[in-house]
């Protein structure tokens, strides 16, 4: 059964910086792409950034880019988000999601296979 387990999220201030990790179970780790998403109250659920199965590759959102980081640990079954000067917009319940075939280059929710609980992030001016 895969498992896909988000945690590192809490409550900062505009400009902070939070690291969040989704661990993964039941699945061969290094073969699947990942991602995260984040969705904010009473909006859609928005693409954030991907990484490959192997780590070269990545893709970010434009409201992201230069900010937050991600990057995998593949000997830990891991996937990090590393968020930098936090903006209040960045609020949000984060969710780590994996995607299964060839192509790892999505950011469309439907895309992905399997979905975390989710973490919150509050970040105030």
């Known amino acids: 059964q895969v498992q896909l387990v988000e945690s590192g999220g809490g409550s900062v201030q505009a400009g902070d910086s939070l690291r969040l990790s989704c661990a993964a179970s039941g699945l061969t780790f290094s073969r699947v792409h990942m991602g995260w998403f984040r969705q904010a109250p009473g909006k859609e659920r928005d693409f954030v950034a991907a990484?490959?199965?192997?780590?070269?590759?990545?893709l970010y959102a434009d409201s992201v880019t230069g900010r937050f980081t991600i990057s995998r640990d593949n000997a830990k079954n891991t996937v990090y988000l590393e968020m930098n000067s936090l903006e209040p917009e960045d609020t949000a319940i984060y969710y780590c999601?994996?995607?299964?075939?060839?192509?790892?280059?999505?950011?469309?929710?439907?895309?992905?296979?399997?979905w975390g609980q989710g973490t919150q992030v509050t970040v105030s001016s």
């Open positions: 999601a994996l995607r299964l075939g060839i192509i790892f280059r999505s950011s469309r929710v439907r895309d992905y296979d399997n």
């Open positions: 990484i490959s199965a192997n780590g070269v590759s990545t």
